[in-house]
């Protein structure tokens, strides 16, 4: 059956499913059922039907776009939210508390335990199941999948949870779930993947099923967990068996052979931007694909959504100064506006990557140069839609189709890619950095270079080598929902809070431009926020939650 999560918008039977089973410890007084509609009853003995169920945790669990990464970058040295669509200001300026965790937030406590009823649901029902076969086996296998991937959600998010495999209903009187600990709900993850390995298939044989779980996205998703328990923060004393274990779950899915994942597009070709826009692509171990069918704002609006205002786009997430001068220059030197050269035209001989991934001044863009500088069609100044201006004067153009024309229809088909070969090969290296393999970490992090940036390599030892790691990830991983969360798990997290930075540019008389650096916004450090803060209403419901430190 073809998986339906190409569209926020869960179709009516899944509302249905999902209602019916949420509610189904409730008795009615006439038990009527209506001919058009499905009972519990139903649900557990048609395979097609629990497979609309399944498809419904997908829906809730896997993040795209804005909730995956964009809001995230905008609470970090990336991205400036220009409308504040997850409320990142709260962090941004220090005021998140229990309190103002609204449903648009990226806090997702209620929406990731939703999704984690759904599965507990879903284990509960499963085996009442007897026909299907295979398909109920590879249920339980993306189930699980789904599973590890809410609660490693919530522990990337809060730390440690209380991890619930039961369903209450309405007659369970209380709820005193205590927090497990960081490590032990990393062990639960854990568990999870290895039960949703026993049954997960390595490819599925109708392309319908593109997009489902696979072997290759379970392993891919414990190599980021144990790389994340390696990691300074979580792993204080140093453990090198923990980095060990990081290193072989990164190779586990560098080894893998049914497919066997390979690099996709390269910057200097022009072709870089083809690992987002090519659907299912070498490199893609797991993604998220919405259609071009059916309208979902925000998430197949994305080209719309990201681009400048002169081009009738939203200019959504602007990119802060201090990420457009982290993109090295083509010879893989440092920029750096105290060279007067570099300061007199920024944009030039920069490297690969950063046309393909920022939208700066002057650049060729859908058809015409952009125009950025103070008065152009692309500033605040704009008579077309100034309010949708970039306020950095940066815009992004990662994971934009410049070729599709969103004045004709403002949706189109689009993929958020949840895993991706270069983030494995990068945890790889940054594993066997720590481990002291430096040979082989610098083998696989000027792979990314070479072949994914056209970039020269580099050859660092130590802690230069451990830095440069970082550098790559920061520009080849950027607006993918990485960079939160490596400062965090590397223990630097007030580096991404300085103030945003942007630029203003002036059109001389003669053509040429000038350069002035501007703050776009002032932004807070507050020590709490290495983690988000567990809504009070939640701790109000369970009493036995203990909130996150400094809340």
Not at 80 to 102: C, H, I, K, M
Request: proline share 4%; charged share 20%; hydrophobic share 35%.
């Amino acid at each position: 059956m073809k998986l339906n999560i190409n569209n926020l918008k869960i179709n009516s039977t899944v509302l249905l499913i999902c209602t019916l089973l949420l509610i189904g410890g409730c008795k009615k007084a006439l038990e009527l059922q209506p001919l058009n509609a499905y009972s519990e009853k139903d649900v557990w003995t048609d395979p097609k039907l629990v497979q609309v169920f399944v498809n419904s945790i997908y829906d809730q669990t896997v993040l795209a776009y804005q909730d995956g990464g964009l809001g995230w970058g905008a609470q970090t040295d990336e991205l400036y939210g220009n409308f504040n669509w997850t409320n990142e200001n709260l962090y941004v300026r220090g005021e998140a508390t229990p309190d103002n965790q609204s449903s648009g937030s990226l806090n997702h406590w209620n929406k990731m335990y939703a999704s984690v009823r759904y599965s507990n649901i879903f284990f509960t029902n499963i085996d009442q199941v007897t026909a299907g076969g295979d398909a109920v086996k590879t249920m339980k296998g993306e189930v699980h999948f789904l599973r590890a991937l809410a609660y490693f959600e919530l522990l990337k998010r809060f730390g440690g949870v209380p991890l619930v495999v039961k369903v209450y209903d309405v007659n369970d009187k209380s709820f005193n779930e205590k927090r497990a600990t960081w490590s032990e709900t990393k062990d639960f993850i854990l568990a999870e993947i290895t039960e949703a390995l026993k049954t997960l298939p390595t490819v599925y044989a109708s392309a319908n099923d593109k997009g489902r779980a696979t072997v290759g996205a379970a392993l891919a998703l414990k190599s980021r967990l144990l790389l994340y328990a390696a990691s300074p923060y979580f792993n204080k004393s140093n453990d090198k068996k923990l980095w060990e274990d990081a290193k072989l779950a990164a190779k586990a899915v560098i080894d893998f052979t049914t497919p066997k994942y390979a690099l996709y597009g390269n910057a200097a070709n022009g072709s870089y931007n083809k690992t987002y826009l090519d659907f299912f692509n070498s490199e893609i171990i797991f993604s998220r694909v919405y259609s071009g069918l059916v309208r979902a704002d925000r998430y197949n609006t994305v080209s719309r959504d990201l681009s400048p205002n002169g081009y009738n786009g939203y200019s959504a997430y602007n990119v802060v100064q201090q990420m457009v001068d982290d993109f090295e220059m083509a010879d893989g030197t440092k920029f750096s506006w105290s060279n007067p050269q570099q300061a007199k035209d920024p944009y030039l001989n920069r490297e690969p990557r950063f046309y393909a991934t920022i939208l700066a001044n002057n650049q060729q863009f859908k058809g015409r140069l952009t125009s950025f500088f103070e008065g152009g069609d692309d500033s605040p100044q704009s008579p077309y839609s100034p309010w949708n201006a970039s306020k950095t004067r940066y815009c992004v153009k990662k994971m934009v189709n410049e070729a599709f024309d969103w004045n004709v229809q403002d949706y189109d088909a689009s993929q958020w890619v949840v895993f991706r070969l270069s983030e494995i090969y990068l945890n790889y290296a940054e594993a066997c950095a720590a481990l002291g393999e430096e040979g082989e970490a610098l083998n696989y992090l000027n792979k990314i270079r070479i072949e994914k940036a056209g970039m020269p390599a580099v050859s660092g030892s130590g802690a230069l080598l451990m830095d440069q790691i970082r550098h790559e990830r920061r520009i080849e991983l950027c607006f993918e929902g990485h960079r939160y969360f490596d400062i965090r798990r590397w223990g630097i997290a007030e580096t991404g809070s300085e103030d945003a930075k942007g630029v203003t540019i002036t059109k001389q008389a003669n053509g040429t431009f000038t350069y002035a650096l501007m703050t776009v916004q002032e932004r807070t450090w507050v020590p709490s926020f290495y983690f988000y803060p567990i809504p009070r209403s939640e701790i109000q419901k369970n009493p036995a939650i203990v909130q996150n430190p400094n809340y």
